[in-house]
Nanobody
Framework: VQLVESGGGLAQPGGSLRLSCAAS????????MSWYRQAPGKERELVAA???????NYGDSVKGRFTISRDNAENTVYLQMNNLQPEDTAVYFC?????????????WGQGTQVTVSS
């Protein structure tokens, strides 16, 4: 199983970045895909999630600015981040999750750094 994030980097306040997470080794379309982030000294927090049905939910701090989407044909989940602010600076992680009667399966990527600074 692999989750490989890309697209991080340096952005100016008010700018945009698009993160990608390429998945392999599992049935991507069956999993809820999420983006989390962790800033220095803070706990990891949910940024956005998209279920295999396509329904989405967002953390309060990013609503209206970030958009999560998925391409099941390409086994990829995206996070479009607009109007970035310095408080969005963090390492962003991709997660795949699937639960059934017996198991709660979670896979994590290695993360990609996003820095918002002028």
């Amino acid at each position: 199983v692999q989750l490989v994030e890309s697209g991080g980097g340096l952005a100016q306040p008010g700018g945009s970045l698009r993160l990608s997470c390429a998945a392999s080794g599992f049935i991507f379309s069956s999993y809820t895909m999420s983006w989390y982030r962790q800033a220095p000294g803070k706990e990891r927090e949910l940024v956005a999630a998209i279920a295999n049905s396509g329904s989405t939910n967002y953390g309060d701090s990013v609503k209206g600015r970030f958009t999560i989407s998925r391409d099941n044909a390409e086994n990829t989940v995206y996070l479009q981040m607009n109007n970035l602010q310095p408080e969005d600076t963090a390492v962003y992680f991709c997660k795949a999750r699937r639960t059934d009667f017996l198991r709660d399966i979670n896979y994590w990527g290695q993360g990609t750094q996003v820095t918002v600074s002028s």
